[in-house]
């Protein structure tokens, strides 16, 4: 019976150590980032995807991600422990040592950077290594705490797995990859402003020049609206004039696009509303997810081969 209740108490805290580790990553914010990888894959294979490569450069981008993550928590611990809503993260709390999760970080990078080179292609492995570095150096380093365009620079780093995923299956960086890079890139500011103006305060309160806190909420509701507009904008040119997409992505991204300006502009007309603000956030959050998803749908043979039966008929 003794050995049994030690056994199930050693059980729980590898577990609660596994657990810590895994929040170590941010888990919450990768499944965004591998959906944009996997809309850019669909599109430069035309709909044929390799499922092999496919789960590869999944699991590559994760570990990638993870890595990065894991390398911001050890860098912003400090100001993790005075925010009340990070308080409670594996590092600030003691749970994990900042050598163990430094280790850590660097074995998913190497893990990451393998895999990527040997069952997809080098070009994907940098792209996914320069998120990292791009990530800790610019973003975490230089620019978080530093500059009210940290979001707006920093984006390029959450926009790169989108060229990760199209470089796994051409081994190249066409006009079209570097298009829903920026549609992700532009995407990020209206993304992440609409959550800093749920918590500003929190920022606020360990000196982290996100927008809000500096120019206010007004000022920072018309670059949301900007941002918003541009990014819709952008989207479009997957279908006309890169002809990377078809109607069928098009009429999703103009649907989806207008739900986002509408949105925009009701919170540019109520800067202060947090609830409009945070309607915002979720739903450009459900707003990139359906995009991407969009991406594949549009790429499968199976609805150009119904779109096809379609046009036919209306023609008749």
């Known amino acids: 019976m003794i050995e049994t209740n030690v056994s199930r108490r050693q059980h729980d805290t590898f577990l609660q150590v596994v657990h810590s580790y895994y929040q170590l990553t941010k888990p919450r914010i990768i499944p965004l980032l591998l959906i944009t990888t996997a809309g850019s894959m669909w599109i430069a294979a035309q709909g044929e995807v390799d499922p092999w490569l496919l789960i590869i450069t999944m699991i590559g981008g994760t570990l990638a991600a993870a890595s990065a993550q894991t390398i911001n928590c050890i860098y912003d611990r400090d100001i993790d422990y005075d925010m009340e809503r990070t308080r409670h993260r594996p590092l600030p709390s003691g749970k994990v040592q900042p050598r163990d999760a430094f280790i850590f970080a660097i074995v998913l990078a190497v893990l990451s950077f393998t895999l990527l080179t040997v069952f997809a292609n080098l070009l994907a492995a940098f792209l996914a290594f320069s998120g990292i570095i791009f990530y800790v150096l610019v973003y975490t380093h230089w620019l978080k705490r530093h500059s ?149 749908v549009d790429s499968l043979p199976v609805t150009h081969h119904l779109l096809t039966i379609v046009l036919h008929y209306l023609h008749l």
């Open 148 to 296: 009210t365009q940290n979001i707006v620079i920093g984006g390029a780093a959450g926009a790169i797995p989108a060229l990760v995923g199209w470089a796994a299956v051409t081994d190249t960086l066409s006009w079209a990859a570097w298009l829903i890079f920026a549609i992700v890139f532009l995407w990020t500011p209206p993304h992440f402003w609409a959550l800093a103006l749920m918590i500003r305060d929190d920022y606020a309160k360990v000196g982290i020049p996100m927008l809000p806190v500096v120019v206010g909420d007004q000022a920072t509701v018309r670059q949301i609206w900007f941002y918003t507009v541009i990014t819709v904008t952008a989207t479009i040119l997957l279908f006309y004039p890169l002809h990377a997409s078809g109607i069928v992505y098009a009429v999703i991204a103009l649907t989806l696009g207008g739900v986002f300006v509408h949105k925009s502009w009701r919170l540019l007309q109520n800067p202060e509303d947090k609830t409009i603000a945070r309607e915002l956030f979720l739903y450009s959050i459900s707003y990139m997810m359906l995009l991407c998803l969009g991406m594949v």
